[in-house]
T-cell receptor, first 113, second 109 residues
Framework: DVKVTQSSRYLVKRTGEKVFLECVQD?????MFWYRQDPGLGLRLIYF???????EKGDIPEGYSVSREKKERFSLILESASTNQTSMYLC????????????FGPGTRLTVL | SQQGEEDPQALSIQEGENATMNCSYK?????LQWYRQNSGRGLVHLIL?????REKHSGRLRVTLDTSKKSSSLLITASRAADTASYFC?????????FGEGTQLTVNP
């Protein structure tokens, strides 16, 4: 079974802090994705990566950066957390083929105070 | 623009009844996927239907696709309380998925 794990289920941070959200997948998938999910807005793509050290902006990259130093790990970084980044963050991975299903982690609920 | 808009936003039914959720999208697609999300959890892939398919079945799930109307529907037959979840359709562009806002299904025992 594909397994996508996220470093924390719940996280509380203060405004201005640097926040790291980690995602690891164990199925040698080429593609990895970070989404945020907010009520009334659905899932929105923040960043994705097709390969190690490669990243592409999604629909809402502002205020975020990512790092993919190893194939299995994709990190989302909030350089200076703000209250409007309070959200559920979901990581996903998929094989390097177009149009296939994505496998999701359990999510990290981040609260920025 | 939003790809994949589900309706209704919320649906409440009794156990044993069928649940139908609809999805509309705006641009051409290669395939369309449906996902399920239990409260506070990640999404789980349910079924994928390709643009050249009109209907697909998987267990109690039936998905239809009408590319001329740019719409899809997900039917869950003989619903169970455990089917209570949010259901999302997603359209594909390359490897990127674009999700709708989802339908919250509540199945009452």
């Amino acid at each position: 079974d594909v397994k996508v794990t996220q470093s924390s289920r719940y996280l509380v941070k203060r405004t201005g802090e640097k926040v790291f959200l980690e995602c690891v997948q164990d199925m040698d998938h080429e593609n990895m994705f970070w989404y945020r999910q907010d009520p009334g807005l659905g899932l929105r793509l923040i960043y994705f990566s097709y390969d190690v050290k490669m990243k592409e902006k999604g629909d809402i990259p502002e205020g975020y950066s990512v790092s993919r130093e190893k194939k299995e790990r994709f990190s989302l970084i909030l350089e200076s957390a703000s209250t409007n980044q309070t959200s559920m963050y979901l990581c996903a991975s998929s094989p390097g083929l177009a149009g296939v299903e994505q496998f999701f982690g359990p999510g990290t609920r981040l609260t920025v105070l | 623009s939003q790809q994949g808009e589900e309706d209704p936003q919320a649906l409440s039914i009794q156990e044993g009844e069928n649940a139908t959720m609809n999805c509309s999208y705006k641009t051409s697609i290669n395939n369309l996927q449906w996902y399920r999300q239990n409260s506070g959890r990640g999404l789980v892939h349910l079924i994928l239907i390709r643009s050249n398919e009109r209907e697909k079945h998987s267990g109690r799930l039936r998905v239809t696709l009408d590319t001329s109307k740019k719409s899809s529907s997900l039917l869950i037959t003989a619903s169970r309380a455990a089917d209570t979840a949010s259901y999302f359709c997603a359209t594909i562009s390359g490897s990127r998925l674009t999700f709708g806002e989802g339908t919250q299904l509540t199945v009452n025992p």
